[in-house]
């Protein structure tokens, strides 16, 4: 079910309001975004609602009369950060009375956040969650009117999927395209199922019909973005999407994440192998390679059916890219159970890891679990796991020197603007020397020589 059209309707009608408002002094806006990128997807549809209301993008704090902080609840440094920014809002607000500051996102849903936010910031004026987007053009005309601050923490579970919203896209190459929202598996180290809701899927119809308007933009890659893609319902199944995605005429090349191991079938990697724009690349979070913290941490898997998983992976796409997620810490953790994530790495020998110390989220069942682990240990153990990975990715990338892979660039690389960026379909960077320029093309690169966050190319030709 889709909702909101009646909403999209009235955005129309504030538009008018809040040019009036702008019209004398800073139309600028930001939205500062932390998280993933579910995250980053929403802060683009905040940014369409603004422009469509009359905003126009503001480099600094004081060219601005809207900043918006997007939030992330996944671990717990991001409050105490959060708080901080907030703190310094303080004097943008003090030197600019039209300045309007909201907060939003999932730590607004948090037990407890947005009401220290109400406490300790009478200035923060918007207050919203992750399942409230659609209604930022009415909470800011309600402020910008009453002059009054606008709560909004709905949280109903019956509620559809907010459809139609407009986006300002950060990239004019790559693009996100949530297909779900929320999440039901409730791994108990995990506030994300509490904060975002449960899991709801997209009607295909509409995740397609984005992607064609995204392709004519320009767009050529895009990523399908989900807590756990595999269980995707929308009428057809996941790796029916991707087949269709596949499909799209100037969609060249179709990511997705996040999937789950215990929701992914030979359907889904036959899907990968068959479907030529959906990049050879699986980014399948481990968490733990001991079975009891597997048990523990309700993923609901043991380490053999994930290693056989990637068996048939790399069985069905030999050059496949495989990345993961991993915690170190979790309670009860022991460093037996740390030893068996570590013969797992070296096992499965991962293009790529994110690794995550654990952090205790209240609310969930891992809080309240014995055995908690000394920040002191936490960090070896997690020292320990980057030397390895880092070696072993540094290895991987070495075994492609000599190799000519296809590159989409994406422009000049940030920290050499002599060089070009871009990256192959198994997601690793490449950087490499041109004279032309020619973002979001398609190049082969030859790889002369590998890093740990990077390959180096020579241009071989353009595609
Ligand atoms: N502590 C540490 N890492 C976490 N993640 C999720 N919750 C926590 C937590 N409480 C990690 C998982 C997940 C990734 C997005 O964040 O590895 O896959
Ligand atoms: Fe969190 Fe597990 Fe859902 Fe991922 S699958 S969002 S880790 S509960």
């Given at each position: ?171 004019g190459i790559s693009a996100y395209v949530p297909i779900m929202h929320g999440c039901d598996n409730f791994c108990t ?255 082969e690169i030859l790889i002369t020589d590998a890093r740990t966050w990077h390959l180096e190319g020579e241009l071989y030709?353009?595609?």
């Amino acid at each position: 079910m889709a909702i909101m059209s009646d909403e999209r309707y009235e955005s129309g009608k504030y538009a008018g309001y809040v040019n009036n408002i702008n019209a004398g002094g800073h139309p600028g806006y930001m939205v500062k975004t932390f998280g993933c990128q579910m995250n980053e997807s929403d802060s683009e549809k905040l940014a369409g609602w603004l422009e469509a209301m009359g905003y126009r993008p503001a480099v600094t704090e004081e060219d601005c009369s809207f900043i918006i902080f997007n939030t992330c609840c996944v671990r717990e440094s991001a409050e105490q950060r959060l708080f901080g920014h907030l703190g310094e809002m303080k004097k943008y607000k003090t030197a600019n009375k039209d300045l309007v500051l909201a907060v939003c996102g999932c730590m607004m849903q948090q037990e407890g956040v947005a009401e220290k936010i109400r406490r300790s910031y009478p200035y923060a004026d918007i207050i919203f969650g992750a399942n409230s987007m659609h209604k930022l053009p009415r909470l800011l005309h309600e402020v910008l009117t009453q002059r009054r601050r606008a709560v909004d923490l709905e949280d109903d579970p019956a509620q559809g999927i907010a459809e139609g919203m407009p986006a300002v896209r950060s990239s004019g190459i790559s693009a996100y395209v949530p297909i779900m929202h929320g999440c039901d598996n409730f791994c108990t180290y995990c506030i994300v199922p509490y904060v975002r809701g449960r899991e709801k899927s997209r009607d295909p119809k509409d995740i397609l019909d984005e992607m064609r308007g995204l392709a004519g933009e320009g767009i050529k890659e895009i990523t399908l973005l989900g807590q756990n893609v595999n269980s995707y319902d929308g009428g057809i199944s996941f790796a029916g999407l991707l087949r269709k995605a596949g499909g799209i005429d100037g969609i060249e090349r179709v990511r997705f994440m996040t999937s789950h191991p215990k929701d992914i079938g030979r359907d889904i990697l036959e899907a990968i192998h068959d479907t030529d724009a959906v990049c050879n690349h699986l980014h399948l979070p481990l968490q733990s390679g001991s079975d009891r913290i597997l048990g523990l941490m309700n993923r609901n898997y043991s380490r053999d059916s994930y290693f056989a998983i990637l068996d048939m992976a790399r069985e069905i796409m030999p050059g496949i890219g495989l990345s993961t997620d991993i915690i170190v810490g979790f309670p009860g953790e022991t460093e037996e159970d740390f030893q068996d994530t570590m013969d797992a790495l070296e096992r499965v020998r991962f293009d790529f890891a994110f690794t995550f110390i654990y952090s205790r989220r209240k609310g969930t069942p891992a809080a309240e679990m014995p055995g908690e682990v000394p920040d002191g240990i936490k960090h070896d153990r997690f020292d320990r796991m980057l030397g390895v990975q880092n070696r072993i990715t540094l290895e991987r990338n070495k075994a492609s020197i000599g190799t000519v892979e296809t590159v989409l660039v994406e422009g000049t690389s940030r920290t050499d603007p002599s060089m070009m960026t871009g990256r192959t379909g198994s997601n690793k960077i490449v950087n490499f020397r041109t004279g032309g320029t020619k973002a979001g093309g398609f190049a082969e690169i030859l790889i002369t020589d590998a890093r740990t966050w990077h390959l180096e190319g020579e241009l071989y030709r353009w595609k």
